[in-house]
């Protein structure tokens, strides 16, 4: 049986999700007679047979065209349980440094340091040369039947099943029936196979995707002798002073990829560049130059912050945000640009202050 403490429950609803829910109407009916439904979701926890009950299922268009699945409350308190209680104190051990992504006191800021490091390692050499990959569609990719194997080696049996309601969950008919109505729009937008895919928007599927090729960052570093490796979910760089044996990672990694984790390249997206010509990750173009490394913001990303800094001021001054998310955001800007192209960003925002 899932050990599981009421008191748990209480603080995850109240220091976690109560200030961070948006659907204020959701939380008001919830907090109304908090108890009761407290011990309603532990009810539901204990319970072998739980279910997802239902995911209401929408579409962001920035940064990217994405299918978001979120959970009602108490299925959120669950998620987060198993994710802070159950999948990061059993899991986490496993991953290496390298992989960085949705991990605490990691991220893209930490990603950034680590490139440059790895960078300032290899400037020594005449030539050197970045391995990019990326994954085609990853999140609607990861296969059940993989996952749940490695989870059963770790979890016990009583966690297995409950991780294995949720991982099935993106099953159900009508989730497909939902994004097919939105491919009239967005004919583009990718399905859910049978046996295929994490919903995004639940906790546990972060923790998992960034689980899921733990495996295989080991492989690349130990056996494959590359040190000098980042990756952020599923878009990644090895960097090495020959190529011959970067093209010949490229293979061993791909025939991976296919045969034990049932996922393929993109190929308009996996690369071997030289260094010195530069490469991009996590937002940034990279290169070294006159042995001095050397990092600017990409001109995609500086748009898309011109984008959201207008619509941030449009909101302030018609009076749909208040002046504290407004601030709160421009400066969670300036800090997620710091790194390179500072005075770029300042400008950027300073036009609309």
């Known amino acids: 049986m899932v050990k599981v403490d009421l008191k748990v429950l209480m603080d995850i609803f109240e220091n976690k999700l109560s200030k961070t829910v948006k659907n204020k109407k959701k939380l008001y009916f919830f907090e109304r007679n908090k108890m009761v439904n407290l011990v309603l979701t532990y009810n539901k926890i204990m319970d072998?047979?739980?279910?997802?009950?239902?995911?209401?299922?929408?579409?962001?268009?920035?940064?990217?065209?994405?299918?978001?699945?979120?959970?009602?409350?108490?299925?959120?308190?669950?998620?987060?349980?198993?994710?802070?209680?159950?999948?990061?104190?059993?899991?986490?051990?496993?991953?290496?440094?390298?992989?960085?992504?949705?991990?605490?006191?990691?991220?893209?800021?930490?990603?950034?340091?680590?490139?440059?490091?790895?960078?300032?390692?290899?400037?020594?050499?005449?030539?050197?040369?970045v391995l990019k990959l990326d994954i085609k569609k990853y999140f609607y990719s990861i296969d059940h039947d993989v996952l749940k194997s490695m989870l059963k080696k770790h979890l016990d049996d009583d966690e297995y099943f409950l991780m294995s309601n949720?991982?099935?969950?993106?099953?159900?008919?009508?989730?497909?029936?939902?994004?097919?109505?939105?491919?009239?729009?967005?004919?583009?937008?990718?399905?859910?196979?049978?046996?295929?895919?994490?919903?995004?928007?639940?906790?546990?599927?972060?923790f998992l995707s960034i689980f899921y090729l733990h495996e295989l960052d080991h492989f690349i570093v130990h056996d494959l002798k590359v040190k000098y490796y980042v990756r952020y979910m599923d878009d990644f760089i090895l960097i090495h002073p020959s190529k011959s044996h970067l093209k010949n990672c490229l293979a061993k990694i791909e025939n991976k990829l296919e045969n034990v984790y049932k996922l393929k390249l993109n190929r308009k997206k996996t690369c071997i560049v030289n260094v010195y010509e530069g490469f991009i990750f996590l937002g940034y173009k990279f290169f070294i130059r006159n042995k001095k490394t050397i990092m600017i913001i990409r001109n995609e990303t500086l748009r898309k912050l011109k984008k959201r800094v207008r619509q941030l001021h449009y909101l302030y001054k018609k009076n749909y945000i208040s002046f504290e998310q407004y601030f709160s955001s421009i400066s969670n800007y300036m800090y997620s640009f710091k790194y390179g192209s500072k005075m770029k960003i300042k400008n950027v925002i300073d036009r609309y202050l």
Request: glycine share 4%.
């Open 48 to 129: 072998p047979l739980y279910r997802i009950k239902h995911y209401n299922i929408f579409l962001i268009k920035e940064p990217k065209c994405r299918i978001v699945m979120s959970l009602d409350l108490d299925d959120k308190i669950i998620n987060h349980f198993i994710n802070y209680h159950i999948l990061i104190p059993k899991l986490e051990r496993f991953l290496d440094f390298r992989n960085i992504a949705t991990r605490k006191k990691m991220g893209t800021d930490y990603g950034i340091r680590l490139v440059k490091k790895f960078l300032e390692k290899v400037k020594k050499y005449d030539d050197v040369y």
């Open 166 to 206: 949720i991982i099935d969950s993106t099953n159900e008919d009508y989730i497909n029936e939902t994004i097919m109505k939105m491919r009239k729009d967005f004919p583009d937008l990718p399905i859910y196979e049978k046996g295929k895919g994490l919903p995004i928007g639940n906790l546990t599927s972060q």
